[in-house]
Structure formats: C-alpha cells, structure tokens
C-alpha cells in the first residue's frame, strides 16, 4: 500500500514555473515507477512524465517534453515535476501516481496503482 500527497500547485502566469512534489508513505517507494498526469476540466486523464524505479529512465509526452523535467529522491520518498515555460493550456489538476517497475514505463492510466489527490495548476495568459 502506497499513499500519495503532491503539493507545489497554483496560479502562475504563462512563461512562469512551478514545482510540484509527491510525497509517498511506505518503504517500498523505490519500488514502484512514478508517473504524473493531468486533467483538464471536460477532458481525459492524460500522460505528463514518469519516470522508473531507480531514476535512471523516464518518458514525457511529446506536449511538455523540454519543458518539464521529472525526478525522484528516493531517499525522501518523493517525485517531483519540474514546470518551466508553462502554457494556459497546461492548467489541470495534476496527479501522482505509482504503478508496477516494469522494464517498459506506463503512459496510461491503468499501468498506475495508486493515485494521489491532485494538486490544481493555474496558468494565466
């Protein structure tokens, strides 16, 4: 059992950067690969980053790729999501979650276990 708290969310103008965090419970975060995601009102979950068990391999979607950057610690037990350049039309709700550390990063939904509660990102333009 994994429980998850992201943070570092708000209201930012576009061009701007934030950072949010995932904090996770347990000792077996080193574990799990790391994922984030994102929902904008009226859409679908959708595929930000992840990033493996060890640190040493992630992926992004092609629309932040450059942009942002994700990283753990696993000592800390945390993931984190670095924003920068950021657009009006990143603005979701942004979810950590932890799936399984299988060799082949999950960009969907369902390769991810357990979720957190979300963290609101604002981008004014």
């Known amino acids: 059992q994994v429980q998850l708290v992201e943070s570092g969310g708000g209201l930012v103008q576009a061009g701007g950067s934030l950072r949010l965090s995932c904090a996770a419970s347990?000792?077996?975060?080193?574990?799990?690969?790391m994922g984030w995601f994102r929902q904008a009102p009226g859409k679908e979950r959708e595929f930000v980053a992840a990033?493996?068990?060890?640190?040493?391999?992630?992926n992004s979607a092609d629309s932040v790729r450059g942009r942002f950057t994700i990283s753990r610690d696993n000592a800390k037990n945390t993931v984190y999501l670095q924003m920068n350049s950021l657009k009006p039309e990143d603005t979701a709700v942004y979810y950590c979650a932890a799936g399984p550390s299988t060799i082949r990063i999950g960009v969907r939904p369902t390769d991810y276990t357990y979720w957190g509660q979300g963290t609101q990102v604002t981008v004014s333009s």
């Open positions: 347990g000792r077996t975060f080193s574990t799990y690969n």
């Open positions: 990033i493996n068990w060890s640190g040493g391999n992630t």
